[in-house]
């Protein structure tokens, strides 16, 4: 039974269904919808490692709570993602109106015909960095002189992050639709310096200006 539209399917394996055909039809289309194509790489990155926790988990002779704690963490990263990818799509025009029901997503709007601004803005950027190679990035902006916590979801969907561990390596990118986000690393990368840089998406996952540009030294 097709689940009700607008919501994200609540059993695991209707879920990754679900996810598979958007990712499928945004891979496909993705030149001609203009979409940006680090959206897509992450979206395949993170659907790939859902599908895989989810199939180990699945396995009775390969399941245990690490598997179950790795689906876990795994589905709610795609989730996070999504509830932003698919307000892009929902935004982005070129995107046709019976590939938004193809994709059993919500129907448009009238507002999302409008135009959306693009942040001209920088967040703020911080991180506390933890005990387990783990690192959570915080953004703020300034209301008034002083840095607030409080998202404006009428301008901003999010913000859009870049990372990397050291300057030789390749710069990674995520989206969060909150103020926050937990970035967890291996053993064999404490001591690593990790470089970091947030901007403001719309609705569309237009970026504005970049922050400055933050180092950690994981733990």
Known sequence: MPHQRGYMPKKDSDFIAWASTIYNDCAQSATQW?????????????LN????AF???SNKELKNKATVVLKNATFVALKHFLSAFVNTLEGNLNV????ITAMSLRPRHPHARQPLPV????PMLTAVVGQHHDVTVYVRSLLHGHPTEQLNNRKYAGFL???????NEQWQFLVSTKLHHNLLFNNEDKG????????WVNPRMQN??????????VN
């Open 96 to 99: 046709p109106d019976e590939a």
């Open 192 to 199: 690593k310096n990790l470089h970091l840089q947030a901007a």
């Open 208 to 217: 504005g200006p970049w922050s400055e540009e933050l180092e950690e030294l």
């Open 55 to 57: 199939e180990h988990n």
């Open 161 to 167: 992050l870049k990372y990397k561990l050291d300057p």
């Open 34 to 46: 203009q979409i940006n194509p680090n959206s897509i790489q992450l979206f395949e990155s993170l």
């Open 49 to 52: 490692e859902a599908k895989n």
């Open 119 to 122: 942040p001209n803005d920088a």
